[in-house]
Protein backbone atom coordinates (compact mmCIF):
# COMPACT_ATOMS: atom_id res chain seq x y z
CA UNK A 1 0.00 0.00 0.00
CA UNK A 2 1.72 2.97 -1.21
CA UNK A 3 -0.47 5.50 -0.38
CA UNK A 4 0.07 8.96 -2.43
CA UNK A 5 2.64 8.50 -5.44
CA UNK A 6 4.11 11.74 -7.11
CA UNK A 7 6.61 12.01 -10.19
CA UNK A 8 8.75 13.63 -10.65
CA UNK A 9 10.39 14.23 -7.30
CA UNK A 10 12.25 17.32 -8.96
CA UNK A 11 12.02 19.21 -12.32
CA UNK A 12 13.71 21.79 -13.57
CA UNK A 13 11.85 23.94 -16.96
CA UNK A 14 12.43 26.50 -18.90
CA UNK A 15 10.09 29.41 -19.61
CA UNK A 16 7.38 28.40 -21.94
CA UNK A 17 8.06 24.89 -21.62
CA UNK A 18 4.65 22.46 -20.69
CA UNK A 19 4.99 19.19 -18.25
CA UNK A 20 2.74 16.98 -16.10
CA UNK A 21 2.37 15.93 -13.09
CA UNK A 22 1.57 12.83 -11.82
CA UNK A 23 -0.13 11.93 -8.84
CA UNK A 24 -1.64 8.47 -7.99
CA UNK A 25 -3.23 6.60 -4.99
CA UNK A 26 -4.21 3.46 -4.06
CA UNK A 27 -6.59 4.12 -1.13
CA UNK A 28 -9.84 3.94 -3.19
CA UNK A 29 -10.68 7.90 -2.21
CA UNK A 30 -12.92 9.93 -4.03
CA UNK A 31 -11.22 13.24 -3.61
CA UNK A 32 -8.10 14.35 -4.71
CA UNK A 33 -6.17 17.51 -4.48
CA UNK A 34 -3.44 19.64 -6.06
CA UNK A 35 -1.51 22.42 -3.76
CA UNK A 36 1.24 24.53 -4.20
CA UNK A 37 3.32 25.86 -1.20
CA UNK A 38 5.31 28.33 -1.57
CA UNK A 39 7.59 30.19 1.35
CA UNK A 40 5.37 32.18 4.11
CA UNK A 41 2.31 30.79 1.76
CA UNK A 42 1.44 28.08 3.31
CA UNK A 43 -0.15 25.50 0.99
CA UNK A 44 -2.66 27.30 -1.70
CA UNK A 45 -5.22 25.28 -3.73
CA UNK A 46 -4.39 25.03 -7.13
CA UNK A 47 -7.39 22.61 -8.21
CA UNK A 48 -9.61 19.59 -6.64
CA UNK A 49 -11.49 16.88 -7.51
CA UNK A 50 -14.31 15.63 -5.46
CA UNK A 51 -14.76 12.13 -8.09
CA UNK A 52 -13.86 10.70 -10.64
CA UNK A 53 -14.76 12.89 -13.72
CA UNK A 54 -15.56 16.20 -11.42
CA UNK A 55 -12.56 18.55 -11.27
CA UNK A 56 -13.08 21.99 -9.72
CA UNK A 57 -10.90 25.28 -9.40
CA UNK A 58 -8.93 26.18 -6.03
CA UNK A 59 -7.65 29.53 -4.75
CA UNK A 60 -4.50 29.45 -7.35
CA UNK A 61 -6.31 27.63 -11.07
CA UNK A 62 -4.58 30.21 -13.58
CA UNK A 63 -2.02 28.53 -15.79
CA UNK A 64 -2.56 24.77 -14.81
CA UNK A 65 -5.03 22.57 -15.85
CA UNK A 66 -5.84 18.76 -14.35
CA UNK A 67 -7.14 15.39 -15.69
CA UNK A 68 -8.75 12.96 -13.58
CA UNK A 69 -8.09 10.14 -15.09
CA UNK A 70 -10.10 7.53 -12.77
CA UNK A 71 -10.56 7.08 -9.50
CA UNK A 72 -6.69 6.61 -8.99
CA UNK A 73 -5.01 9.11 -11.07
CA UNK A 74 -5.20 13.15 -11.11
CA UNK A 75 -2.53 15.05 -12.88
CA UNK A 76 -1.35 18.90 -13.10
CA UNK A 77 -0.23 19.96 -16.74
CA UNK A 78 1.62 23.42 -16.95
CA UNK A 79 0.97 24.48 -20.25
CA UNK A 80 3.53 26.84 -20.92
CA UNK A 81 6.01 27.69 -17.55
CA UNK A 82 6.52 30.85 -15.95
CA UNK A 83 9.55 31.44 -13.36
CA UNK A 84 6.30 32.10 -10.82
CA UNK A 85 5.22 28.59 -10.88
CA UNK A 86 8.32 27.36 -9.12
CA UNK A 87 7.11 25.77 -6.50
CA UNK A 88 6.68 22.83 -4.62
CA UNK A 89 3.52 20.81 -5.41
CA UNK A 90 1.64 18.15 -3.06
CA UNK A 91 -1.13 16.26 -4.44
CA UNK A 92 -3.44 14.59 -1.52
CA UNK A 93 -6.48 12.46 -1.44
CA UNK A 94 -9.27 11.61 0.80
CA UNK A 95 -11.93 9.13 0.77
CA UNK A 96 -14.69 11.91 0.28
CA UNK A 97 -17.99 12.78 2.11
CA UNK A 98 -16.34 13.86 5.55
CA UNK A 99 -13.93 11.95 5.24
CA UNK A 100 -11.41 11.13 8.15
CA UNK A 101 -8.32 12.81 6.57
CA UNK A 102 -5.93 14.10 3.49
CA UNK A 103 -3.35 12.12 2.67
CA UNK A 104 -0.57 13.58 1.19
CA UNK A 105 2.19 12.61 -1.52
CA UNK A 106 5.70 13.50 -0.78
CA UNK A 107 5.44 17.03 -2.98
CA UNK A 108 7.32 17.35 -6.77
CA UNK A 109 10.10 20.25 -6.62
CA UNK A 110 9.75 22.54 -9.78
CA UNK A 111 12.20 25.26 -10.37
CA UNK A 112 11.25 27.07 -13.81
CA UNK A 113 14.00 29.01 -15.41
CA UNK B 1 -14.06 36.17 2.65
CA UNK B 2 -13.77 32.27 3.95
CA UNK B 3 -10.46 32.32 5.15
CA UNK B 4 -8.09 30.61 7.62
CA UNK B 5 -5.60 32.82 9.80
CA UNK B 6 -2.86 31.81 11.66
CA UNK B 7 -1.93 34.83 13.24
CA UNK B 8 1.80 33.69 14.41
CA UNK B 9 4.38 33.18 11.47
CA UNK B 10 7.27 32.25 13.85
CA UNK B 11 6.97 31.46 17.08
CA UNK B 12 9.85 30.01 19.18
CA UNK B 13 10.05 28.66 22.58
CA UNK B 14 12.71 26.60 24.93
CA UNK B 15 12.79 22.64 25.12
CA UNK B 16 10.23 21.77 27.85
CA UNK B 17 7.98 24.88 27.51
CA UNK B 18 4.51 24.80 27.12
CA UNK B 19 3.00 25.78 23.54
CA UNK B 20 -0.11 27.22 21.81
CA UNK B 21 -0.83 27.86 17.95
CA UNK B 22 -3.66 29.80 17.21
CA UNK B 23 -6.07 28.81 14.35
CA UNK B 24 -9.07 31.13 13.76
CA UNK B 25 -11.54 30.36 11.20
CA UNK B 26 -14.07 32.40 8.86
CA UNK B 27 -17.05 30.55 7.26
CA UNK B 28 -20.75 30.69 7.41
CA UNK B 29 -21.04 27.16 9.77
CA UNK B 30 -18.70 25.03 11.61
CA UNK B 31 -16.35 23.20 9.11
CA UNK B 32 -14.28 20.09 9.52
CA UNK B 33 -10.53 21.03 11.21
CA UNK B 34 -7.21 20.10 10.82
CA UNK B 35 -4.01 20.38 12.33
CA UNK B 36 -0.61 19.32 10.02
CA UNK B 37 2.76 19.47 11.15
CA UNK B 38 5.08 19.50 7.95
CA UNK B 39 9.23 18.99 9.12
CA UNK B 40 11.65 20.21 6.70
CA UNK B 41 11.85 18.98 3.52
CA UNK B 42 8.82 16.03 4.57
CA UNK B 43 5.35 16.12 3.18
CA UNK B 44 2.36 16.79 5.48
CA UNK B 45 1.24 14.50 8.63
CA UNK B 46 -2.13 14.91 10.39
CA UNK B 47 -1.77 15.63 13.88
CA UNK B 48 -5.20 15.67 14.76
CA UNK B 49 -8.79 16.51 13.53
CA UNK B 50 -11.88 18.00 14.95
CA UNK B 51 -15.40 16.93 13.16
CA UNK B 52 -18.05 16.86 16.11
CA UNK B 53 -18.58 16.03 19.91
CA UNK B 54 -15.80 16.54 22.75
CA UNK B 55 -14.28 20.28 21.69
CA UNK B 56 -10.97 19.08 23.08
CA UNK B 57 -9.43 16.53 21.33
CA UNK B 58 -6.26 14.63 21.31
CA UNK B 59 -3.80 13.71 18.52
CA UNK B 60 -0.10 12.21 18.14
CA UNK B 61 3.00 13.36 19.82
CA UNK B 62 1.15 14.34 22.69
CA UNK B 63 -0.55 17.54 21.23
CA UNK B 64 -4.35 18.22 21.38
CA UNK B 65 -6.36 21.19 20.19
CA UNK B 66 -9.58 22.83 21.29
CA UNK B 67 -12.65 24.11 19.74
CA UNK B 68 -14.49 26.98 20.67
CA UNK B 69 -17.04 28.03 18.18
CA UNK B 70 -17.88 30.88 19.66
CA UNK B 71 -14.50 32.18 18.82
CA UNK B 72 -14.45 30.21 15.85
CA UNK B 73 -10.85 28.78 16.98
CA UNK B 74 -9.31 25.58 16.85
CA UNK B 75 -5.70 26.30 18.84
CA UNK B 76 -2.78 23.83 19.12
CA UNK B 77 -1.30 23.14 22.25
CA UNK B 78 1.35 21.19 23.81
CA UNK B 79 2.41 20.77 27.15
CA UNK B 80 6.33 20.30 27.13
CA UNK B 81 7.62 20.65 24.06
CA UNK B 82 10.74 18.59 22.65
CA UNK B 83 13.25 19.78 20.34
CA UNK B 84 12.19 17.14 17.93
CA UNK B 85 8.72 19.28 17.56
CA UNK B 86 10.46 22.13 15.37
CA UNK B 87 8.62 22.23 12.53
CA UNK B 88 6.19 23.99 10.57
CA UNK B 89 2.14 23.96 11.90
CA UNK B 90 -0.67 24.17 9.44
CA UNK B 91 -4.24 24.44 10.54
CA UNK B 92 -7.03 23.39 7.89
CA UNK B 93 -10.61 23.63 6.97
CA UNK B 94 -13.24 21.33 4.66
CA UNK B 95 -16.80 23.09 4.95
CA UNK B 96 -19.53 20.42 5.72
CA UNK B 97 -22.26 19.99 3.39
CA UNK B 98 -20.68 18.53 0.16
CA UNK B 99 -18.02 20.56 -0.39
CA UNK B 100 -14.54 18.44 -0.75
CA UNK B 101 -12.95 21.53 -0.82
CA UNK B 102 -9.90 21.61 1.72
CA UNK B 103 -8.36 25.31 2.81
CA UNK B 104 -5.05 25.73 4.98
CA UNK B 105 -3.64 28.29 6.67
CA UNK B 106 -0.24 30.66 5.22
CA UNK B 107 1.53 28.14 8.63
CA UNK B 108 3.58 29.04 11.71
CA UNK B 109 7.19 27.64 12.01
CA UNK B 110 8.31 26.67 15.48
CA UNK B 111 11.87 27.00 16.57
CA UNK B 112 12.58 25.20 19.85
CA UNK B 113 15.55 26.30 22.01
CA UNK B 114 17.72 24.00 24.20
Known amino acids: NAGVTQTPKFQVLKTGQSMTLQCAQD?????MYWYRQDPGMGLRLIYY???????DKGEVPNGYNVSRLNKREFSLRLESAAPSQTSVYFC????????????FGPGTRLLVL | AQSVTQPDIHITVSEGASLELRCNYS??????LFWYVQSPGQGLQLLLK??????LVQGIKGFEAEFKRSQSSFNLRKPSVHWSDAAEYFC????????????FGKGTKLTVNP
Open chain 1, 92 to 103: ASNEGLAGPQAY
Open chain 1, 27 to 31: MNHNS
Open chain 1, 49 to 55: SASEGTT
Open chain 2, 27 to 32: YGATPY
Open chain 2, 50 to 55: YFSGDT
Open chain 2, 92 to 103: AVRLRGGSEKLV
